[in-house]
């Protein structure tokens, strides 16, 4: 079965730093995948998803980014965080023939200070 | 834009008793509705889910109906238990796919 591997569990980070969080799969091969971020009284909100290697699409525009350099590796980072940024980042995955998320990490805390 | 609503925050369930969690929907080219159960500091995990041809899917203690007409869906839990105590996601997928923005179910012993 599928696992996502997401760190860190929380981060602190102060406004203008930058970002980088990093999420690997396990127990599939050509996943789609995506970065959900859920911000307070929101719901969860697609930032970037991807059908292979190099291949991103973003749904929103921000000052995030994301980056697949390998087949089952997924980065989403920022050169300077803004206090918007604050939330709860999450990595999830489908098999190719989805656009359902499945899967998902157990996500990333970021408070920007 | 929130294409899927889920205008209840919050709700709170005796123990034994039975849970409805609501969730509606903008957009009628939806063909295919989720919903996810999410806990503190964890990702959501799939719970149910059910396809625009159907009206009713259930799954043990889980039953989610919908209602086209009405663009609503829901989930009913029963017999409510302490350990459904999580965060309720709605989700629905057409060319895209969109989450609700979530119940915080608390279900009390």
């Known amino acids: 079965s599928q696992t996502i591997h997401q760190w860190p569990a929380t981060l602190v980070q102060p406004v203008g730093s930058p970002l980088s969080l990093e999420c690997t799969v396990e127990g599939t091969s050509n996943p789609n995948l995506y970065w959900y971020r859920q911000a307070a009284g929101r719901g969860l909100q697609l930032l970037f998803y991807?059908?292979?290697?190099?291949?991103i699409s973003s749904e929103v525009p921000q000052n995030l980014s994301a980056s697949r350099p390998q087949d089952r590796q997924f980065i989403l980072s920022s050169k300077k965080l803004l206090l918007s940024d604050s939330g709860f980042y999450l990595c999830a995955c489908s098999d190719g023939y989805s656009n359902q998320p499945q899967h998902f990490g157990d996500g990333t805390r970021l408070s920007i200070l | 834009d929130q294409q899927v609503k889920q205008n209840s925050p919050s709700l709170s369930v005796q123990e034994g008793r039975i849970s409805i969690l609501n969730c509606d929907y903008t957009?009628?080219?939806?063909?295919?509705f989720l919903w996810y159960k999410k806990y503190p500091a964890e990702g959501p995990t799939f719970l149910i889910s059910?396809?625009?041809?159907?009206d009713k899917n259930e799954d043990g203690r889980f039953t989610v109906f919908l209602n086209k007409s009405a663009k609503h869906l829901s989930l009913h839990i029963v017999p409510s238990q302490p350990g459904d105590s999580a965060v309720y996601f709605c989700?629905?997928?057409?060319?895209?796919?969109?989450f609700g923005t979530g119940t915080s179910l608390t279900v009390i012993p």
């Open positions: 059910i396809s625009s041809i159907k």
């Open positions: 989700a629905a997928s057409g060319n895209q796919f969109y």
């Open positions: 957009n009628s080219m939806f063909d295919y």
């Open positions: 991807s059908v292979g290697i190099g291949q």
